[in-house]
């Protein structure tokens, strides 16, 4: 029989998946579920579906993988991340051989597939990883740009080091949520001016930020680097993300060191890991690095990739507005690049390590990744559709991100990443 690679736009599968769904057959992102009855299971989504691949590895699907049923009844990917990239490709290739729709294997035996499939809206989704380090980038132009132009003399936008290496920081992995998960407003201080005194409460410029973030498998030891050749060997997927910044905290507290408190209360992710594999053939060509980048940060070939990301805001009691239509594309610092910079000293990292993008602009109103610059530091407050208006966003709000890349009739896409707003704690 003719291989069929997993990747095919011809390849279907026997579940039914609807036209516009995120998670076609050529998708297979990969996650964690729990029912009322059951310990969390490692699984794939299939349509409106998943697969629990614990119960495949039970009835002998997964035969001659290298993964146990202890990988399987797992809270999260870290163990079966253990066996490597090349483990975590022929697993998913497993999975959509058992799928497709001319294999009979599993299709034609109902009493297993009523085991194996479960529908997505009648189980709980879990964090798919567990974060080990958490880095946040700085690596698109039109944000830095944006963001420079508000604070600085806008000809010194961009400071002198940022198009000379992916510039970011150590941020806090504990409180990354899974999407769904509701948040109280944080507080802190801020100080209107450098000459009165801070006053201490809930921040009154609470923000999301559009990001895309990618989780590693092991890297080298303590002292070797990754190279941005290798660095796709060290990516196992991606998910959505958003890296919420209260900027009036920020504002007060980032000089000297960067943000602290500002960012450290809540980032959100969505549930299911997108692997790297699923997304290759979304690649494109990144901006002209102009001045040329050192010899360690050059890479070959096509390594930005063109997913569509959208962001909602939908207040409370009312529908959700569009307030944001960017695209990964624009970043100009590629994860390749990012990981090789990580690890050039010596650095060294782990399994579930998670490394975000950093807030993610176009070169256009419209697809600006942040209400700081969607609302021009509140002088251009957005309007909603129950009439409302938001600079920042209020108590109630739920912040809603999507993304997919679409190409030749295929759609991957990455679910829903949305957390709703709480009052602040007393």
Not at 15 to 38: C, M, Y
Not at 124 to 147: C, W
Not at 268 to 293: I, K, Y
Request: glycine share 8%; hydrophobic share 35%; with cysteine.
């Amino acid at each position: 029989m003719q291989e069929i690679k997993a990747n095919d736009p011809k390849l279907r599968s026997w579940v039914e998946v609807a036209p516009h769904s995120d998670f076609p057959i050529q998708n297979l992102p990969f996650g964690i579920f729990r029912t009322e009855s059951q310990l969390p299971h490692v699984c794939c989504a299939i349509g409106d579906k998943l697969i629990d691949l614990k119960a495949l590895h039970v009835m002998g699907y997964l035969e001659n993988l290298p993964f146990t049923l202890e990988d399987m009844v797992s809270d999260s990917l870290n163990r079966c991340m253990r066996h490597g990239k090349q483990g975590m490709r022929d697993l998913r290739n497993r999975v959509s051989k058992l799928l497709r729709s001319d294999m009979p294997d599993l299709r034609d035996k109902e009493h297993h597939v009523r085991q194996v499939l479960f529908n997505q809206n009648e189980v709980q989704l879990l964090m798919p990883i567990k974060v080990g380090d958490y880095t946040d980038f700085y690596s698109s132009e039109d944000h830095a740009r944006n963001v420079g132009t508000m604070f600085r003399d806008p000809a010194k936008a961009l400071l002198p080091n940022w198009k000379h290496l992916p510039v970011g920081y150590h941020g806090r992995a504990s409180s990354i949520t899974i999407s769904g998960t509701p948040f109280h407003r944080p507080k802190g201080q801020t100080n209107a001016s450098d000459e009165t005194m801070p006053v201490f409460g809930p921040s009154k410029q609470l923000d999301f930020e559009l990001e895309v973030a990618f989780v590693t498998f092991d890297g080298k030891p303590l002292g070797e680097n990754i190279s941005t050749a290798e660095a796709d060997d060290y990516i196992f997927g991606m998910l959505l993300f958003n890296d919420w910044s209260a900027r009036d905290i920020q504002r007060w507290e980032y000089v000297p060191l960067g943000p602290f408190i500002s960012k450290n209360f809540i980032s959100t992710v969505s549930p299911w890991l997108v692997t790297l594999d699923a997304l290759e053939p979304f690649r494109v060509p990144g901006p002209v690095q102009d001045p040329e980048v050192l010899s360690y940060l050059k890479y070959a070939g096509d390594k930005n990739i063109d997913i569509n990301l959208q962001v909602a805001i939908k207040p409370e009691q009312a529908s959700e507005t569009i307030v944001s239509h960017s695209n990964y594309k624009y970043m100009y610092w590629n994860m390749e690049q990012q990981l090789a910079h990580h690890t050039v000293n010596g650095c060294n990292i782990r399994c579930g390590d998670m490394m975000a993008s950093g807030t993610i602009s176009g070169p256009h109103e419209g697809s600006f990744g942040s209400m700081l610059e969607i609302a021009w530091k509140g002088t251009k407050p957005v309007s909603m559709n129950d009439g409302s208006t938001r600079s920042f966003i209020q108590d109630g709000d739920t912040v809603i991100i999507r993304g997919h890349a679409e190409k030749n009739g295929v759609r991957i896409g990455f679910g829903e990443c949305s957390a709703k707003v709480l009052p602040s704690l007393p």
